[in-house]
Structure formats: structure tokens, C-alpha cells
């Protein structure tokens, strides 16, 4: 079984920091991965996707994939109280998505 | 777009019966994916099917669960009997292209509580 590992949390900021959820995996052919949202009691939904090594922006928030380091992020800027969810990692592995345990952001005003 | 539709939302039921969960992928998706959650496992991948035909079935965890795809609208997961650990939220999701990059859409699950 390819492993996906995430700190759990819950990850606590404040209102306007920058958060930043990590995630390693041990599948060094892994070629994509998917950040998720899941807020509490509601079902998971993709909110950035990565596919090369680097960072890609996309509003408030930029993902980061070092494959040398097997590692990947999430960077939430200006971290809003809406942001508090759980966010999962993902990559795809014969044709299915390899989910992390995810880690609980919690955004104080 | 309806989104991934599943029913019910809520299942309570008591240990030993049978507890079927339905679920309608978005028209024009190829794969379906049955997971389950838990606090303690997090979100797994049960069972996905492309083009109504089951494709890795390694994640349902005993002969109690089956599921089916009779047609590309529609896929049940079965728990015949049912049993008070199988309690959990069980979501069903579908896709373009399976896992390759592609984005999958989850239904908003099914609260299963097994008394």
C-alpha cells in the first residue's frame, strides 16, 4: 500500500497568518497531487491540483511539490475563519486516489 | 448539474440487518467510487467501478459488503448483516478518468449508524 502522511492537527492560526499543511508520501513515481477540502459534516472537494515540481498559485492559496523531498503543501495566505475545514492530500495510483488521514485547520478571529 | 446524488442521508439501523445505500453518478462520468470515513481510518477507498464493471475491489473489507452497477446511472452498496463497526459516513463519487489527474466529485454522503 503507497502511504500518504498528514499531521492531523488540529493546526490553529490566526485571522490573516499564512497556514501551512504539509504532506509526504512514499510513491517517488507519484506525478500529481490534489489538495482537498472537507469542511465538517459535508463531503471532500478539490481545491488545487499540482502536477510538476514548484509552486502554483491560485487566489489565496499556493501548493508546492518537492519530488526530491517527497513532499508537497498547502499555503493558505491571509487565512480567513471560512478556511477552518479539514484538508486532505491525495495522489492517483492505479487509477484511484490515495487519501492522507488530513489535517484540521482551525482559523480564530 | 444535480452532482453526485445519494440516498439515504441518514441510516439508522440495527445490528444484523441488511443496508443498502444507492448512489447516482453526474451523467457522462465513466468511474465511480464507493469510500467510507472514520474518525479513527480516515476516508477509504472501498470499491471503483469504469464503465459499470468493478475494477479493484481490494478495499471492501469482508464478504458482508458487495456493491453493483447494474447501469452507468446508478451503483448500491450492499452490508448484509450489518454490524455496529460498520458504522460510518459513506461516500460515493465519480470522475472523467478515474484517479489520473482527474477531478472526482463526491456525493454528500450517507451517515450510517448500526445499533
Not at chain 2, 439515504?8 to 467510507?36: A, N
Not at chain 2, 456493491?67 to 470522475?95: G, H, W
Amino acid at each position: 500500500q503507497k502511504e500518504v502522511e498528514q499531521n492531523s492537527g488540529p493546526l490553529s492560526v490566526p485571522e490573516g497568518a499564512i497556514a501551512s499543511l504539509n504532506c509526504t508520501y512514499s510513491d517517488r513515481g507519484s506525478q500529481s497531487f490534489f489538495w482537498y477540502r472537507q469542511y465538517s459534516g459535508k463531503s471532500p472537494e478539490l481545491i488545487m491540483s499540482i502536477y510538476s515540481n514548484g509552486d502554483k498559485e491560485d487566489g489565496r492559496f499556493t501548493a508546492q511539490l518537492n519530488k526530491a523531498s517527497q513532499y508537497v503543501s498547502l499555503l493558505i495566505r491571509d487565512s480567513q475563519p471560512s478556511d477552518s475545514a479539514t484538508y486532505l492530500c491525495a495522489y492517483p495510483f492505479t487509477g484511484k486516489l490515495i487519501f492522507g488521514q488530513g489535517t484540521t485547520l482551525q482559523v480564530k478571529p | 448539474d444535480a452532482g453526485v446524488i445519494q440516498s439515504p442521508r441518514h441510516e439508522v439501523t440495527e445490528m444484523g440487518q441488511e443496508v443498502t445505500l444507492r448512489c447516482k453518478p453526474i451523467s457522462g462520468h465513466d468511474y465511480l467510487f464507493w469510500y467510507r470515513q472514520t474518525m479513527m481510518r480516515g476516508l477509504e477507498l472501498l470499491i471503483y467501478f469504469n464503465n459499470n464493471v468493478p475494477i479493484d475491489d481490494s478495499g471492501m473489507p469482508e464478504d458482508r459488503f458487495s456493491a453493483k452497477m447494474p447501469n452507468a446511472s446508478f451503483s448500491t452498496l450492499k452490508i448484509q448483516p450489518s454490524e455496529p463497526r460498520d458504522s460510518a459516513v459513506y461516500f460515493c463519487a465519480s470522475s472523467l478518468a478515474g484517479g489520473w489527474g482527474d477531478t472526482q466529485y463526491f456525493g454528500p454522503g450517507t451517515r450510517l449508524t448500526v445499533l
